[in-house]
């Protein structure tokens, strides 16, 4: 069945004086096919030749239109000498629509494509997902190791504090012996003559209660209780020296005979009194 569209097509043409060779031509490079081409072109000359029947019946033609037959004979003949310039008037050849199956294959393929696409995104994604996993767990890895890093630290921290306290309380305790080796040694020279010493008068500090005063001698009563004789308690310095420190703790410092249990004041709380 002839394509109505290219059948007016035809007829517009050859109105127009395009030859059929023309006509064809320009079809075919339109992208129509031989049967359509052939069929259109049968279909737009029919009415041509139903139009001159009659006239061929009629009779003999009138010299008129014998002369008007003879030029369009010479019209058309000029028109297949020269059909290229008459093709430049002609209008554009109908478009060859798209065979359904072609448009099924290009969606087809746009379909296919976004598929391919949405995969490689979905796999992109996993392992995407798959290294932020693992980023996390090293990262979880990583504080638990600084944690007990800071633990360790912490422990060693109060570990060296703890040592510090202890050698702080052996220092103190070390002074305190040190001070009591001296006390007890300044008292053991009181009574005995010590041979490293030997038996001349030496230097003494003590630090002690003041006692007596008044018509008594004045003592010092070291912190275990032996008292010392303050031998220049007569002296008037010594008493004004001791007296404001009578039952109270001060230091005195002298001059001792060893094997003796008694000292001749020099100083009073580190005022001299000579």
């Known amino acids: 069945m002839s394509n109505p569209q290219l059948v007016d097509y035809v007829k517009e043409q050859m109105k127009a004086g395009v030859s059929e060779e023309g006509v064809r031509n320009t079809l075919h490079a339109a992208g129509w096919s031989d049967a359509d081409v052939d069929d259109a072109i049968k279909s737009g000359k029919a009415p041509v030749a139903a139009a001159a029947g009659p006239a061929q019946a009629g009779g003999a033609m009138k010299p008129a239109m014998v002369e008007d037959v003879r030029a369009a004979i010479t019209h058309e003949t000029a028109t297949e000498a020269a059909p290229e310039v008459m093709e430049v008037v002609s209008t554009s050849a109908p478009a060859k629509k798209l065979p359904l199956l072609t448009i099924v294959f290009g969606v087809t393929t746009v379909i296919f494509l976004g598929a391919a696409i949405y995969l490689y995104m979905s796999a992109s994604g996993s392992q995407l997902s798959a290294q932020v996993s693992d980023l996390s767990a090293q990262n979880s890895s990583l504080q638990a190791q600084i944690a007990g890093l800071t633990k360790k630290n912490t422990d060693l921290t109060n570990q060296v504090a703890a040592l510090t306290a202890s050698s702080t309380v052996w220092a103190s305790e070390i002074a305190s012996l040190t001070a009591s080796g001296t006390l007890w040694m300044n008292e053991l020279s009181l009574f005995a003559a010590l041979p490293e010493l030997g038996v001349s008068p030496t230097p003494i500090s003590l630090t002690g209660v003041v006692g007596g005063g008044g018509k008594n001698a004045y003592t010092v009563a070291a912190p275990d209780g032996v008292k010392i004789l303050v031998q220049n308690s007569k002296d008037v ?28 004041v020099t100083s009073v709380a580190g005022a001299s009194v000579q």
């Open 237 to 264: 310095k010594v008493d004004a020296a001791l007296k404001p420190f009578i039952g109270s703790s001060t230091q005195v410092m002298g001059i001792h005979l060893p094997g003796s249990n008694s000292v001749t």
